[in-house]
């Protein structure tokens, strides 16, 4: 089993800077990719970003050059640094991990971008 708790989530203007952070806990040797997913009101929760346990980084077109995720060397804490935030980043943010048989996913942190 692993468990997830988000945070980091919170209002920013247009253009700024906010660093979700997940800490991971329990069977950690068994997760083989982690990442950020969002959703909107009304909308599916979609793929932010992306690491794999090797640790090579994948990211949705909108995001990329923007975000960047990244884990400690303990791999205990992933995190989400995102830059130059639009108002169409305002979502619920959530951690994600993955491993061979079971997907798990944290409470959620809510970011909002706006004036």
């Known amino acids: 089993q692993v468990q997830l708790v988000e945070s980091g989530g919170g209002l920013v203007q247009p253009g700024g800077s906010l660093r979700l952070s997940c800490a991971a806990s329990?069977?950690?040797?068994?997760?083989?990719?982690m990442g950020w997913y969002r959703q909107a009101p009304g909308k599916q929760r979609d793929m932010v970003a992306a690491?794999?346990?090797?640790?090579?980084?994948s990211y949705t077109d909108s995001v990329k050059g923007r975000f960047t995720i990244s884990r400690d060397n303990t791999r205990t804490m992933v995190y989400l640094q995102m830059n130059s935030l639009k108002p169409e980043d305002t979502a619920v943010y959530y951690c994600?991990?993955?491993?061979?048989?079971?997907?798990?996913w944290g409470q959620g942190t809510q970011v909002t971008v706006s004036s």
């Open positions: 994600n991990a993955e491993s061979f048989q079971y997907n798990y």
């Open positions: 329990g069977s950690i040797f068994s997760i083989n990719a």
């Open positions: 690491i794999t346990r090797g640790g090579s980084t």
